[in-house]
Each structure stands twice: as C-alpha cells, then as structure tokens.
C-alpha cells in the first residue's frame, strides 16, 4: 500500500483548512454500499447523511452502477460539453416521459455547472434577465449555496463569512413561515413590505425559496404560504424559483418537494441526488417562455457530465416508473416521525422538524445535537446538525434504506441520546 494511504496525517498536512465533515467524522473511509460506510479499520457505520441528500438511493446502487460500468468499457463518451450524446437524449427522454409528461410540467432542462449553487447562481443570473430588475426576494434560513450570488441568498451567517468582506448584494431577506413564532403572519407582513412604496424594498427580480429549509433547520413551509408566495411573486412581476436542489428527488416523499402545493415555480434549481449516484450534476428547469438565453450566455466546462446522465437515467427508470416509490418512502417516513418522536420525549421543549424522509428533532441546543451526533458516531452511526445554531439533529438516511437498518440507526440514536442527557445530569449534579 503506498505511504499515507490509509494515514490522517496526509489531510492535516496538505488538505485545506476548509474542510468540515472530516472533523466531525474523523477515520478514513474505504467501502461503501447501500447505506453503510466502512473504514479502513473494517469498521462498518449506517449512513444517516447520505451525502447531504445527494444519496438518495444509497451508496453504489447495482444498477446505477453496472449501466456507468458497461458505458465506461464502451469508450462512451465521458466528457462532452453540451454536445449532443447518446447518454443525454436518453436521460432527457427519461425525464420527459417519468417526470415532466405525467405531473404536466412543461420545463426546459438547462445544463449548468455540475453544483447546486451554479443551478442557483443561472437561476438569478435568467430571472434578472428576463425580468429587467437586480432584486432578489430570499427568506431567513435559506441556504442555496457558497458562490457569490448564492451565498448573497444565504443568511447563515457563518458562511457568509467565507466572502472575506467581498459584496454579498442585490438581495433583500424577507421572513419565512413561522420565523417569528407560529401566531405571526410572515406572508401579510411580506405583502406590505411589497405594498408600500415607501418600505424601501425594490422591485423584485424573483422570490427564491426553499419548501423545506435542510440548512436552515427543517423549517418545512405550509401550502398556503408557498401559495402565498406565488401570488405575490406573480401579482409583483417577479419569477417563482423553487429550490428544490436538498428536499427534491424524493426526499419529502414525491419526486418534487411542491408536487401537491399547487404552485408551478418559473425556474428550479436541482442538484445533489439528481445523478441518482452521487455523481457531480445539477440543472436548472426553465419554464420555456423564460428560456431567452444566448448561446454560451450561462455556460461552464464540466456541463455535461455524461457518466452522471447514464447514472440518472437509470435512477428515473429503476425508482420513478409509477408510484410505488412514494409508498415506500411514505411507510418510511412514518417510522422515522415516530422514531423523532421518542427521541424528542427525552428532551423537555424538543419539537420535531421538516417532512417526509428530511426530518429531524430540535433538541434546543448546539452544544447538545453536537454532542448527540458525536456520540452516534462513536456507536456507529453517522448523522449530522442544522439550524441556526446547529440545534437540530437532522436525519437524511438513504431512501433506499432497509427498515432493519433504519430501526437499527434509530436505536444507536436513541441510546446516544439518552448516554449525552445522562451525562450532562452527572455533570450538573457535581
């Protein structure tokens, strides 16, 4: 094996100080499948990041990736630009006839840089162009991502940071559902700001919203309020983005976080498990009225990841077909509110958080969801924080999990709990 394969000390030595995970989850992993990781050490976790939700049916599924494997000895094309491939007219036939056709979306499928942020920065970049204005509407809580433009939709304040002074503007924070307490009306107090000519609010280019803030804590929007927002985006001239790039792809439990909603968002921004394997791809979907861009006018090197196209394709074919998926995630998400619920039970004033398969519990503290998922860890289990001081711990396991994994995970976290709460009574009791 060559020198520091399996060290840590090549990461300290020469890995950037910007890395974060790593600190959290400090081995060296070497295997993955489904939804465990193992280390180098033969240890084996359960996954209950997938990846940021960027795993969404778990590590290496077969048929993912036995279809990358059969394209790569091929010599299919692996980078190509925007030309055109085989790999993308089939993906974007698959995406036409699964998704788009049967939920009556007509969306263009606009290739951006391979992130969730680039879909972002293209979808402020477009709606400004069509719309002629510079303001963008965001909300607190969001995150959409750590580029410029995107981090200037961001309200976490620590990442924010990350710009170094550089300027962070053309965006103006609106509160999102329930930011002031669940009795205060944020769409009412939105409408006058828009209202009121003298609130010194401009006119806004589009309103960017997420339907379930993953950074943000799991704040999880009600219809009527994401109905409000259309409205008022509509009644103003301005462009709907929807980011669906963390609760799509199923997580919430339909293919698009807003499916029942009622809303048709003008553009959405989709990334993470879009490849379906954890491969590098994001797009932004275009209402095809909007679509006025000039050739290259948005356009980056690595936009058309073909191994991510084969990979998509077959995550679309294998998951999406009909909606026996939806039942699936749907069975698992009851077990997890109610897995969050017992752990909730053990925190007095704890409150359970977001929808669907992007749940999580409000434990009320950073200090304490850290030392939960420390302690996860420590037992096996990887899970990570959110929120606005890390105080939720957050559960994005594969929806591909098996139940006997998913019970066997919140096990871990409910004795991980219970070890942290105990500890803590020892403490205050010396």
Excluded at 88 to 110: C, H, N, Q, W
Excluded at 195 to 221: K, R, T, Y
Aim: with cysteine.
């Amino acid at each position: 094996m060559p020198k520091d394969m399996t060290s840590k000390d090549i990461y300290t030595r020469r890995e950037s100080e910007a890395r974060s995970y790593s600190r959290s989850f400090d081995t060296v992993f070497v295997k993955a499948r489904g939804s465990e990781l193992t280390d180098d050490m033969g240890r084996t976790y359960i996954d209950f990041l997938g990846g940021c939700s960027s795993l969404n049916y778990g590590h290496n599924d077969p048929d993912m990736k036995q279809a990358l494997i059969d394209h790569i000895t091929a010599d299919g094309v692996s980078h190509g630009l925007d030309m055109h491939t085989d790999a993308k007219s089939l993906f974007l036939e698959a995406f036409e006839d699964i998704i788009l056709t049967p939920r009556g979306m007509d969306y263009k499928v606009m290739m951006t840089g391979p992130t969730g942020t680039n879909a972002v920065e293209a979808a402020m970049k477009l709606a400004r162009k069509v719309t002629g204005r510079r303001n963008i509407l965001a909300f607190t809580n969001g995150f959409h991502g750590m580029t410029m433009g995107a981090l200037s939709c961001t309200g976490n304040s620590g990442k924010r940071a990350g710009a170094g002074g550089g300027p962070l503007c053309g965006v103006s924070r609106m509160p999102y559902e329930g930011a002031f307490g669940d009795d205060v009306d944020t769409l009412s107090q939105i409408e006058m700001m828009l209202e009121n000519p003298s609130s010194g609010i401009d006119a806004p280019a589009a309103f960017i919203v997420e339907p379930v803030q993953g950074e943000g804590g799991l704040n999880a929007a009600s219809t009527q309020w994401l109905q409000g927002i259309a409205r008022l985006a509509k009644k103003h001239g301005a462009l709907l983005i929807v980011d669906d790039i963390q609760a799509g792809c199923g997580r919430t439990g339909t293919f698009f976080s807003f499916e029942k909603m009622g809303i048709e968002p003008d553009l959405i921004p989709m990334a993470k498990s879009f490849s379906g394997m954890g491969l590098p791809f994001a797009a932004l979907l275009v209402k095809p009225e909007h679509d006025i861009w000039k050739p290259a006018e948005h356009n980056g090197t690595f936009r058309g990841n073909n191994h991510a196209f084969v990979t998509a394709r077959v995550a679309l074919e294998k998951f999406w077909a009909d909606r026996s998926f939806e039942k699936v995630i749907a069975r698992k998400s009851e077990l997890l509110t109610e897995a969050l619920n017992n752990i909730a039970s053990l925190i007095p004033g704890a409150k359970l958080k977001g929808r669907g398969m992007m749940q999580g519990v409000d434990v009320g503290s950073g200090e304490l969801a850290s030392d939960i998922c420390a302690r996860c860890f420590e037992k096996g289990l990887i899970i990570e924080t959110s929120g606005a001081h890390d105080e939720v711990v957050k559960v994005l396991a594969p929806l591909t999990t098996p139940e006997k994994t998913l019970h066997a995970g919140f096990n871990i976290l409910l004795d991980a709990t219970r070890d942290v709460l105990t500890q803590q009574k020892t403490l205050a009791a010396e």
